[in-house]
């Protein structure tokens, strides 16, 4: 909600590796910041409805900024654009509390995945596991060391902790995710964050050396959209409003339409930010958002981008 929403200033910016943007974010009237643990994001408003999540980089026991780390992507929507183009130091800008949908959990080692901008939230892991004496290791992946961030800061802060990865390098040095795998101790979780193919990959290699679910944690930044498939109904129920939503339209855009209110952010199925409960109907999921298991109890939906098995659905929104 908007009295919900901080007042930030941009205090400082430096681009990195040429195409990286790291802001740091402070109040305006220079108190302290909501705190935050590893793996928390912030949405940033940026004006006319556009708003994206951007995960924190910081140390998480710092209350007087937040760090972003913003790729200017060559496909971007709007966001990361917006960002390069108008976020410079002294611009105020409306800023969520941090929430966490990507938190550390207590394990004996922990095994870090980031892969190109992926790696902002790392950081911050890093930072937390380090000060609490757990054991980890990042592996960080990028195209060139020339188009990486934030290296000096992971080698001094962290030391024979980090390993690079960069594509153009030696064949030697590239990531090999099944020995990494096949070298942790048990009880070792996982927490990968980066380009979805990348991020899949990792994934699917943990999952065929049978790691457990429960053990593998991921972030993703982006999803393709796949708004295929019959038309059916969806009845908002708490807005007593039903709505025909036609292939090639997603749920919020047909609410949207006949005036309901719904939240959205990421319109890609990566943030949660549209999830409603699901009261009748069985939905057909699209979404990055919830487990495989929520999915299976049919009892929530992404309606920015999931559709529906059933001819109706009954939403409580």
């Not at 130091?89 to 870090?112: D, I, M, Q, Y």
């Not at 064949?171 to 020995?179: P, S, T």
């Not at 990348?198 to 053990?215: R, S, T």
């Not at 039903?242 to 939240?263: C, D, P, R, W, Y």
Request: charged share 25%.
């Amino acid at each position: 909600m908007q009295n919900d929403l901080l007042t930030l200033r941009i205090d400082r910016r430096e681009i990195q590796s040429s195409d990286i943007a790291v802001i740091d974010l402070v109040a305006v009237d220079g108190s302290e910041l909501p705190p935050f643990e590893a793996g928390a994001h912030v949405d940033i408003h940026l004006g006319e409805g556009l708003i994206r999540q951007y995960s924190l980089s910081n140390h998480p026991s710092e209350r007087h900024r937040y760090r972003l780390g913003v790729l200017l992507d060559p496909d971007s929507r709007g966001g990361s654009q917006a960002v390069h183009e108008t976020l410079h130091e002294g611009v105020e800008l409306k800023v969520s509390a941090p929430r966490n949908l990507f938190p550390l959990a207590a394990s004996a080692h922990t095994l870090l995945a980031g892969g190109g901008i992926g790696v902002t939230p790392m950081i911050a892991m890093a930072y937390e596991l380090q000060a609490t004496g757990r054991s980890f290791e990042l592996h960080y992946c990028a195209r060139s060391r020339e188009r990486a961030a934030f290296i000096d800061e992971l080698q001094s802060a962290f030391g024979d902790a980090v390993v690079l990865h960069f594509d153009d390098g030696d064949a030697r040095q590239r990531l090999n995710i099944d020995e990494v795998l096949a070298a942790q101790p048990s009880d070792t979780h996982l927490y990968v964050c980066g380009p979805t193919g990348f991020m899949n990959w990792v994934i699917e290699a943990a999952k065929q050396a049978d790691w457990p679910n429960a053990c593998v944690h991921s972030e993703f930044f982006t999803a393709e959209v796949d708004t295929t498939g019959g038309a059916f109904e969806v009845e908002a129920a708490a807005s007593g409003v039903t709505v025909q939503v036609e292939e090639g339209m997603s749920i919020a855009n047909a609410l949207k339409a006949a005036g309901v209110k719904v939240n959205v952010s990421c319109e890609e199925g990566v943030c949660g930010t549209c999830i409603c409960d699901v009261i009748e109907g069985t939905p057909d999921h699209r979404d990055q958002f919830l487990s495989d298991e929520e999915k299976e109890d049919n009892d929530q939906i992404a309606v920015c981008c999931s559709r529906a098995k059933s001819p109706r659905l009954v939403i409580d929104i």
